[in-house]
Protein backbone atom coordinates (compact mmCIF):
# COMPACT_ATOMS: atom_id res chain seq x y z
CA UNK A 1 0.00 0.00 0.00
CA UNK A 2 1.34 3.47 -1.24
CA UNK A 3 2.60 5.54 2.05
CA UNK A 4 3.10 9.37 2.76
CA UNK A 5 3.99 10.58 6.36
CA UNK A 6 4.28 14.50 7.03
CA UNK A 7 5.89 15.69 10.21
CA UNK A 8 5.96 17.72 12.05
CA UNK A 9 1.73 17.05 12.50
CA UNK A 10 1.29 21.43 13.74
CA UNK A 11 4.06 23.74 13.91
CA UNK A 12 3.79 26.86 15.75
CA UNK A 13 6.02 29.84 14.85
CA UNK A 14 6.50 34.02 14.88
CA UNK A 15 6.59 35.86 12.49
CA UNK A 16 9.52 35.99 10.58
CA UNK A 17 10.96 32.42 11.55
CA UNK A 18 11.67 29.92 8.75
CA UNK A 19 9.95 26.84 8.82
CA UNK A 20 10.95 23.51 7.34
CA UNK A 21 7.95 20.94 6.93
CA UNK A 22 9.33 17.27 5.89
CA UNK A 23 7.29 14.23 3.33
CA UNK A 24 8.84 11.59 3.35
CA UNK A 25 7.30 8.29 0.88
CA UNK A 26 6.98 4.84 0.51
CA UNK A 27 4.94 3.81 -2.60
CA UNK A 28 5.28 1.81 -6.20
CA UNK A 29 5.76 3.15 -9.44
CA UNK A 30 6.67 7.34 -8.06
CA UNK A 31 6.14 9.44 -10.70
CA UNK A 32 6.37 12.64 -8.67
CA UNK A 33 5.67 15.11 -5.64
CA UNK A 34 2.91 17.73 -5.16
CA UNK A 35 2.65 19.99 -1.66
CA UNK A 36 -0.46 21.86 -1.64
CA UNK A 37 -1.96 24.63 0.77
CA UNK A 38 -5.12 24.20 2.16
CA UNK A 39 -6.37 27.26 3.84
CA UNK A 40 -10.63 26.70 4.57
CA UNK A 41 -11.09 23.79 1.68
CA UNK A 42 -10.00 23.92 -1.19
CA UNK A 43 -6.09 22.69 -1.43
CA UNK A 44 -4.04 25.42 -3.98
CA UNK A 45 -1.50 24.24 -5.99
CA UNK A 46 1.84 24.99 -5.24
CA UNK A 47 4.59 23.05 -6.43
CA UNK A 48 5.23 19.83 -8.78
CA UNK A 49 8.21 17.59 -8.43
CA UNK A 50 9.62 15.49 -10.47
CA UNK A 51 13.69 15.50 -10.63
CA UNK A 52 16.15 14.67 -7.58
CA UNK A 53 18.05 17.61 -6.41
CA UNK A 54 16.34 20.27 -8.71
CA UNK A 55 14.96 23.14 -6.26
CA UNK A 56 11.62 24.44 -7.56
CA UNK A 57 11.15 28.14 -5.85
CA UNK A 58 8.20 30.20 -5.75
CA UNK A 59 8.63 33.76 -3.41
CA UNK A 60 8.77 32.99 -0.24
CA UNK A 61 8.18 29.20 -0.78
CA UNK A 62 10.39 26.78 -1.91
CA UNK A 63 10.70 22.26 -2.31
CA UNK A 64 13.56 20.19 -3.29
CA UNK A 65 12.95 16.37 -3.97
CA UNK A 66 15.34 13.55 -2.64
CA UNK A 67 14.56 10.20 -4.70
CA UNK A 68 17.39 8.19 -3.18
CA UNK A 69 16.16 9.04 0.30
CA UNK A 70 12.42 9.01 -0.93
CA UNK A 71 11.65 12.78 1.01
CA UNK A 72 10.82 16.20 0.35
CA UNK A 73 11.00 19.00 2.04
CA UNK A 74 9.11 22.48 1.89
CA UNK A 75 10.57 25.98 2.85
CA UNK A 76 9.26 28.75 4.26
CA UNK A 77 11.05 32.32 4.75
CA UNK A 78 10.26 34.66 7.14
CA UNK A 79 6.82 33.45 7.49
CA UNK A 80 3.83 35.92 7.47
CA UNK A 81 0.24 35.40 9.16
CA UNK A 82 -1.07 34.58 5.49
CA UNK A 83 1.16 31.62 5.67
CA UNK A 84 -1.57 29.99 8.66
CA UNK A 85 -2.69 27.01 6.65
CA UNK A 86 -2.64 23.30 6.36
CA UNK A 87 0.20 21.82 4.06
CA UNK A 88 -0.69 18.68 2.15
CA UNK A 89 2.18 16.44 0.74
CA UNK A 90 0.89 14.40 -2.45
CA UNK A 91 2.75 11.07 -4.53
CA UNK A 92 1.55 10.90 -8.14
CA UNK A 93 2.24 7.41 -8.71
CA UNK A 94 1.44 5.54 -11.95
CA UNK A 95 -0.01 6.14 -15.30
CA UNK A 96 -3.21 7.43 -14.41
CA UNK A 97 -2.53 10.51 -12.66
CA UNK A 98 -3.63 9.09 -9.26
CA UNK A 99 -2.08 10.91 -5.86
CA UNK A 100 -1.85 9.59 -2.36
CA UNK A 101 -2.05 12.01 0.16
CA UNK A 102 -0.57 12.61 3.66
CA UNK A 103 -2.37 13.81 6.38
CA UNK A 104 -0.67 17.35 6.33
CA UNK A 105 1.30 19.85 8.63
CA UNK A 106 -0.91 22.30 10.40
CA UNK A 107 1.13 25.37 10.85
CA UNK A 108 0.25 28.63 12.68
CA UNK A 109 1.82 31.88 11.97
CA UNK A 110 1.97 33.92 15.02
CA UNK A 111 2.48 38.22 15.35
CA UNK B 1 -10.26 31.04 -16.22
CA UNK B 2 -13.06 29.55 -13.60
CA UNK B 3 -11.97 27.45 -10.68
CA UNK B 4 -14.01 24.12 -10.14
CA UNK B 5 -17.37 24.45 -9.01
CA UNK B 6 -19.05 22.39 -6.10
CA UNK B 7 -22.38 22.57 -4.59
CA UNK B 8 -23.83 22.87 -2.38
CA UNK B 9 -20.98 23.75 -0.05
CA UNK B 10 -22.41 22.54 3.33
CA UNK B 11 -25.16 19.85 3.79
CA UNK B 12 -26.28 18.43 7.14
CA UNK B 13 -28.43 15.25 6.85
CA UNK B 14 -29.58 12.14 9.02
CA UNK B 15 -28.32 9.04 9.12
CA UNK B 16 -30.21 6.43 6.85
CA UNK B 17 -31.10 9.85 4.10
CA UNK B 18 -29.39 10.08 0.93
CA UNK B 19 -27.42 13.12 -0.67
CA UNK B 20 -25.76 14.01 -3.76
CA UNK B 21 -22.93 16.25 -4.47
CA UNK B 22 -22.46 17.75 -8.06
CA UNK B 23 -18.81 19.26 -9.55
CA UNK B 24 -18.14 21.06 -12.87
CA UNK B 25 -14.51 20.82 -13.77
CA UNK B 26 -12.51 23.59 -15.17
CA UNK B 27 -13.14 23.81 -18.72
CA UNK B 28 -11.19 21.67 -20.72
CA UNK B 29 -10.52 19.12 -18.32
CA UNK B 30 -10.18 15.65 -18.89
CA UNK B 31 -10.49 14.56 -15.70
CA UNK B 32 -12.46 14.19 -13.03
CA UNK B 33 -11.72 13.21 -9.36
CA UNK B 34 -13.86 12.99 -5.75
CA UNK B 35 -12.22 12.68 -3.20
CA UNK B 36 -13.11 12.47 0.60
CA UNK B 37 -11.30 14.32 3.25
CA UNK B 38 -11.80 13.15 6.68
CA UNK B 39 -10.87 15.97 9.54
CA UNK B 40 -7.37 15.48 10.56
CA UNK B 41 -6.79 13.93 7.54
CA UNK B 42 -5.24 13.80 4.09
CA UNK B 43 -7.60 13.99 1.29
CA UNK B 44 -8.55 10.43 -0.36
CA UNK B 45 -9.44 9.34 -3.64
CA UNK B 46 -13.04 7.90 -4.21
CA UNK B 47 -13.23 7.99 -7.98
CA UNK B 48 -11.61 8.76 -11.03
CA UNK B 49 -13.10 9.92 -14.29
CA UNK B 50 -11.44 9.97 -17.76
CA UNK B 51 -13.56 12.02 -19.81
CA UNK B 52 -17.22 10.05 -18.99
CA UNK B 53 -14.80 6.38 -18.11
CA UNK B 54 -14.22 5.37 -14.70
CA UNK B 55 -10.46 5.11 -14.40
CA UNK B 56 -10.49 4.07 -10.82
CA UNK B 57 -12.83 3.58 -8.35
CA UNK B 58 -10.94 0.55 -5.99
CA UNK B 59 -11.61 2.87 -2.73
CA UNK B 60 -15.73 3.65 -3.45
CA UNK B 61 -17.58 2.39 -1.01
CA UNK B 62 -19.81 0.88 -3.98
CA UNK B 63 -22.23 -0.20 -1.56
CA UNK B 64 -23.24 3.11 -0.91
CA UNK B 65 -21.48 5.55 -2.91
CA UNK B 66 -22.08 5.75 -7.29
CA UNK B 67 -20.62 8.88 -9.30
CA UNK B 68 -21.39 9.60 -12.80
CA UNK B 69 -20.22 11.94 -15.46
CA UNK B 70 -22.68 11.16 -18.06
CA UNK B 71 -21.57 13.74 -20.91
CA UNK B 72 -17.92 13.79 -19.72
CA UNK B 73 -18.00 17.09 -17.91
CA UNK B 74 -19.82 17.93 -14.74
CA UNK B 75 -20.15 14.98 -12.21
CA UNK B 76 -22.51 13.73 -9.10
CA UNK B 77 -21.55 12.06 -6.07
CA UNK B 78 -24.25 10.56 -4.31
CA UNK B 79 -24.16 8.78 -0.91
CA UNK B 80 -27.40 6.52 0.09
CA UNK B 81 -28.09 5.95 2.85
CA UNK B 82 -25.55 7.88 4.42
CA UNK B 83 -23.86 6.74 7.80
CA UNK B 84 -22.18 8.54 10.24
CA UNK B 85 -18.87 7.84 9.57
CA UNK B 86 -19.66 9.61 5.91
CA UNK B 87 -19.22 12.54 8.02
CA UNK B 88 -16.20 14.56 5.65
CA UNK B 89 -15.62 17.35 3.47
CA UNK B 90 -15.93 16.37 -0.40
CA UNK B 91 -13.66 17.74 -2.56
CA UNK B 92 -13.82 17.83 -6.45
CA UNK B 93 -10.62 17.72 -8.84
CA UNK B 94 -9.89 18.09 -11.92
CA UNK B 95 -6.69 17.85 -14.19
CA UNK B 96 -6.33 18.68 -17.96
CA UNK B 97 -4.84 15.31 -19.16
CA UNK B 98 -4.88 11.64 -17.45
CA UNK B 99 -1.39 11.81 -17.10
CA UNK B 100 -0.81 14.99 -15.37
CA UNK B 101 -0.83 15.08 -11.58
CA UNK B 102 -1.19 18.31 -11.82
CA UNK B 103 -4.73 18.56 -10.23
CA UNK B 104 -7.12 21.65 -9.23
CA UNK B 105 -9.27 21.43 -6.45
CA UNK B 106 -13.04 23.07 -5.98
CA UNK B 107 -14.01 24.76 -2.48
CA UNK B 108 -15.49 21.40 -1.22
CA UNK B 109 -18.49 20.46 0.27
CA UNK B 110 -18.66 19.93 4.06
CA UNK B 111 -21.23 16.87 4.70
CA UNK B 112 -22.26 16.11 8.11
CA UNK B 113 -24.75 13.17 8.78
CA UNK B 114 -26.48 13.04 12.77
Given at each position: EDKVVQSPLSLVVHEGDTVTLNCSYEVTNFRSLLWYKQEKKAPTFLFMLTSSGIEKKSGRLSSILDKKELFSILNIT??????SAIYLCAVGTGTASKLTFGTGTRLQVML | EAGVAQSPRYKIIEKRQSVAFWCNPISGHATLYWYQQILGQGPKLLIQFQNNGV????????DRFSAERLKGVDSTLKIQ???????AVYLCASSATGTSHEQYFGPGTRLTVT
Open positions: ATQTGD | VDDSQLPKPAKLEDS
